[in-house]
């Protein structure tokens, strides 16, 4: 087997690859254009594109396909092949540098949240260049952006490189205020831990919820869950082993840097976590990640669920996104430093972070919303649907001194004056990590934890980014026309401290008492995603993201009917889905069960008069009273699904699936899963949750 160091990379157009294959003037032009943006003019763009197909064709490529991320929140990608026909009935393999830049794909049945009209079927996709090329299954897949024929962003990439860009521009403002005259550039990095379930395939084959919906729509909680703690960190079972082995060396190979893996809290969860890159490299190797993890499974007899919450009672899966902004330079901008100035340039940034999370905390909320995570937020397994932050004790008592003016560290300190009399190093925080916390500091980063398992991070990055760029772009505004800088940046850091405290807190997010401490706060506590989504068109929000054009505001309303629709689309599939089960397979397993009792009661009877039946009789008796309640739960969900056909408006149509359509399912289920308890398993028509959970030996 090849070693690590020689398989990783080896299936990506890198950096290596390029200076290797590319003339000395071209490579430095593509460098050009990944670090600083430029434009690569077209005759450089041939020598790429045939030198970038001379290198795939040798690996074993015999196509091509511009890789992009539309917002169905997975990848799309349409192949074609380098042949081309030539005289005498022979082809020769071509690649042009038009082909490399851009690509023109159906854009007529993706969603575009009405920026499309369905005849429209012109889109574009233009080469990222920022992000490698890579090779997967013999295809030659170039990441590219995707838009409208009129520029309208129908992807999920291209406000992530518009939001990169904004955070660039403002953090370059401040950066050079501190003097920085090295630093050319700033960029934002991202590490997410992805978390999963593997289950048996076989299993899984037989849960019609599983297969249409990614989750259970029903299941009795087994007798052993997750209340002994035994999984965590627990050995890695064999099978197991193989399949994050194979995945590991996929991964190497698409230059995706995983690092660590482990079992997670509930029985068949798993996390697998990268070293952080640059965040659009990232967005587009977690994608990569969650495709290959079902594609590996597959191949050892299991299958990966990406869903937020596949199981009830057990915890759901979601996905920690680790961010940061880091200099050209290596440094990063969120590490307290060794002197004055550098701690005080920590906290100017710091504090950015911490007005952006407040101002914007109804965007990162809907930047995670969807119908699986909805499940999750707010459980004991995930933080509470509040935003808040965790700063630790050290941390918080700085801002505290500052935005006092008192001595920080004992009476005899001197008071602190930012820029001049900040402590020389930080001491070390000696905090505990707040798991509650949505969105925790950790030393060096930012830790999101509200982001559900199947979400692109593209969205939350998006917003994370944008509302840093708007609160650096107030603060360079300020400083730029200061007089006296190190009073006016002292000044501007104990008033953003004072104005949004609110939104640090460091206690236990799971605790009753903090949704009454929020809610006196001012906080936003959004429980679902059709509480959330409204807020998408609020005057401060349409105006952030037009302001660093990241949004257009056709944009911005074509995404906020994108997630009501598929909200609604979500829930629909599962009501449906619902009503197969019961009426296709439950209710006549249940009353095939229901007639053997009543069979056996008769022929004991038969035998002797004296024979006691009661448990046969007494059975029958429990099982016939909830199969009544099942039709009469399973009647009203069909005609609470019927009558929402009649609704026109988004929202209307989805606080209508939440607060009658979900009802409705939520009811039936608590009948459903009460009679599997009562049903013998040789007549129960799915596998039980503990046979999904327990499947992989």
Not at 149 to 175: F, W
Not at 325 to 352: D, H, K, R, S
Not at 389 to 407: C, K, R, V, Y
Request: charged residues 25%; glycine residues 6%; contains cysteine.
């Amino acid at each position: 087997m090849n070693s690590v160091t020689e398989i990783f990379g080896s299936m990506v157009f890198n950096d290596s690859v390029m200076r290797s294959r590319l003339p000395k003037d071209v490579f430095k032009q593509v460098q050009r254009s990944i670090k600083d943006g430029r434009r690569l003019d077209s005759a450089a763009a041939v020598v790429v594109a045939n030198a970038m197909k001379d290198w795939a064709i040798e690996k074993g490529a015999t196509h091509f396909t511009h890789w992009f991320q539309p917002m169905t929140g997975i990848t799309a990608e349409k192949h074609d092949s380098f042949i081309s026909p030539v005289d005498g009935g022979k082809v020769i393999m071509e690649f042009s540098g038009k082909e490399l830049i851009q690509g023109e794909p159906d854009a007529s049945s993706f969603p575009s949240g009405g920026l499309r009209a369905t005849f429209e079927a012109r889109g574009y996709t233009a080469w990222d260049p920022t992000s490698y090329a890579f090779i997967k299954d013999g295809v030659l897949c170039i990441p590219t952006a995707f838009c409208s024929y009129t520029g309208e962003a129908l992807d999920k990439k291209t406000p992530l490189l518009r939001s990169m860009e904004a955070i660039n521009r403002q953090g370059m403002r401040v950066i050079k205020l501190f003097g920085n005259d090295d630093v050319t550039s700033i960029k934002t990095t991202v590490g997410p831990e992805q978390e999963y379930f593997l289950i048996d395939r076989e299993v899984y084959e037989k849960r019609k919820d599983l297969i249409y919906t990614g989750r259970t729509l029903f299941g009795a909680k087994p007798p052993k869950g997750q209340e002994l703690e035994d999984h965590y960190f627990g050995a890695i079972k064999s099978r197991v082993a193989s399949f994050m082995k194979e995945l590991n060396e996929e991964l190497w190979k698409l230059g995706i840097m995983a690092k660590t893996e482990h079992n997670e809290v509930a029985p068949a969860q798993h996390e697998l976590a990268p070293i952080f890159t640059t965040t659009n490299i990232a967005a587009d190797h977690n994608q990569l990640t969650m495709e290959l993890m079902q594609k590996v499974a597959k191949k050892h007899g299991m299958v990966c669920l990406l869903h937020e919450k596949p199981f009830a009672g057990v915890n759901g899966s979601g996905k920690h996104n680790n961010w940061s902004i880091v200099t050209n330079t290596g440094v990063n901008l969120l590490e307290p430093g060794e002197t004055p100035y550098e701690n005080a340039q920590f906290l100017l940034f710091l504090c950015a972070v911490i007005q952006a999370v407040d101002d914007y905390q109804d965007m990162l909320r809907i930047a995670v919303a969807s119908a699986g995570n909805d499940h999750r937020l707010g459980a004991n397994e995930a933080p509470p649907a509040i935003v808040s932050m965790f700063l630790g004790d050290e941390l918080q008592n700085i801002l505290s001194a500052i935005e006092n003016d008192e001595p920080y560290g004992g009476k005899e300190q001197e008071l602190i004056k930012v820029g001049v009399h900040v402590l020389p190093k930080f001491p070390r925080d000696t905090t505990d990590r707040n798991r509650t916390s949505p969105f925790a500091f950790t030393g060096n980063k930012f830790e999101f934890r509200m982001l559900g398992s199947a979400h692109s991070i593209s969205g939350t990055n998006v917003v994370l980014n944008t509302a840093v760029a708007e609160s650096l772009r107030q603060y360079a505004d300020i400083l730029e026309n200061a007089d006296d800088f190190e009073t006016a940046l002292h000044d501007l850091i104990k008033r953003v401290i004072k104005e949004h405290k609110r939104i640090i807190f460091n206690g236990n997010g799971y605790d009753d008492a903090w949704i009454a401490e929020a809610e006196k706060r001012g906080l936003l506590n959004l429980k679902s995603t059709p509480d959330c989504v409204p807020y998408y068109l609020a005057p401060k929000n349409v105006e952030l993201f037009t302001r660093h054009k990241v949004y257009s505001y056709s944009e911005i309303h074509a995404r906020y009917e994108i997630k009501l629709e598929n909200y609604c689309k979500v829930l629909h599939i599962e009501a449906l889905t619902m009503l197969d089960m019961v009426w296709k397979d439950i209710l006549p397993a249940v009353s095939a069960y229901s007639k053997s009792l009543t069979d056996t009661a008769l022929a004991k009877k038969a035998l002797s008069a004296e024979i006691d039946c009661g448990f046969e009789t007494d059975l029958a008796a429990k099982i016939s009273a909830l199969t009544a309640s099942a039709v009469e739960k399973t009647k009203a969900l069909e005609e609470a699904v019927m009558e929402g056909k009649n609704i026109g408006d988004s929202l209307e149509f989805a606080r209508y699936y939440r607060d009658v359509v979900f009802a409705a399912m939520n009811e039936l289920r608590i009948v459903v899963d009460e009679l599997e308890t009562h049903t013998s398993s040789k007549f129960w028509p799915y596998p039980s949750y503990g046979d999904l959970l327990f499947s992989v030996k």
